[in-house]
């Protein structure tokens, strides 16, 4: 969906994410003197489905069109009005910050989108702020001697992604000072990639925008950008695990002695439920007979049943009742809660954790990484509890 949302510093067009983000990542569109917001909107409508597009109006006129800056020619020699360009950068600034917190994207996942006077813009703000933005994208642009006095810190540039595309067929803005651009951003610690197009002039081609929409969706996955489907018009609730196993009676006895579940009902030598909530059961085991195959360790399916424990003598308690009993525990920290991996008699992988996300120096979301889990100071907590 397209709307035209002019509430901030500056107008602008907005394509929201065909996919269903909590805080999508965002496309800064700058347009040039001879492409509008409109017509930039319209190129870009077939990127990634995860975007939320965002495509500013210049804030000035020139010649009877919207300008981020008026360029005067003086014997042939272009001069960019610096004045306006320093005002327009400024808007954009104060724009990208209010567009964050009333748009709820994700401001750690902007990226700017610079074509012709848009470039200049583009690549100023991202100089001068480079927090602003997670990539910069340059099209048929160029460097003013105010550009280059924007240059801040090598370290606040560091890592973060630019491309850089410029025509040969180039007449407006010639390769050369494509090339004057590149050099200025080689100097600093991006990951730079420069295309030159041989098909393009100043107007961005098809391979141009096909090169730019290819790119950005790389970062995206680099970034571990995950667009969802819409939520289905109800409702389901996780109620329990049906697990499959060789000898039912030690299965039962498993569950009931080292997790706490109470039998509530047994069918025959098939089937068994257990609960400890109110629920009629939140695991089922089936049994398949002595002989049945174990699931392969390399396939899918399902990893672990994971229990939460409401405090950390209770796991204290829980690794204790199991490693004394001869059960192989395996310890992990995942800095938001303390866990502890085994197997019940089957194979099947159960999980005990408890969640330390509340406590000072703890993380409150997951980083993919993990510490090992001493013992003895799992043990130690028996002393002082």
Known sequence: MVEETPQLC???????????????????????????????????????????????????????????????????????????????????????????????????????????????????VFLSEPELAAGLILVSGQVTPEIRALVGAAKRYQGKPVLQLHGLQDRVCPVGIGRAASQLLAALPVKLETRLLNQMDHAMNAECLER???????????????????????????????LKVRDLERAIQFYIRFLGMELVEKTGRTYAFLTNSQAHHVIALQNQGANAPGSSVEGVGL??????????????????????????????????????????????????????RDLPGRSHLWQGRDQPLDPQQVLNVLNTS
């Open 10 to 124: 500056l107008d602008y067009l907005l394509r929201r994410p065909r996919l269903n983000l909590r805080k999508p990542p965002a496309l800064a569109l700058f347009c040039g003197y001879d492409l509008n917001e409109v017509d930039f909107l319209r190129l870009t409508n077939h990127f990634d489905d995860r975007l939320m597009i965002l495509s500013l109006r210049p804030p000035l006129q020139a010649g009877g069109q919207n300008a981020w800056f008026n360029v005067e020619r003086i014997r042939s020699v272009s001069f960019v009005n610096a004045a306006q360009a320093e005002y327009s950068r400024g808007e954009v600034m104060t724009f990208l910050r209010e567009a964050a917190r009333e748009l709820k994207f994700d401001p750690s996942q902007v990226y700017l989108f610079g074509y012709s006077q848009g470039a200049v813009i583009a690549l100023s």
């Open 212 to 242: 730019v929409s290819a790119w950005l969706s790389s970062r995206l996955e680099e970034a571990g950008v995950l667009g969802l489907p819409d939520r289905p018009p109800y409702q389901a609730q996780l109620s329990g695990v049906h």
């Open 303 to 356: 990893y672990a049943v994971r229990f939460e424990l409401a405090s950390q003598s209770e796991f204290a308690r829980a690794y204790k009742l199991l490693t004394d009993a001869g059960v192989n525990v395996t310890l992990i920290d995942h800095l938001i809660c303390w866990e502890m991996h085994f197997q019940d008699p089957d194979g099947n992988g159960i999980a005990l954790f408890w969640d330390t």
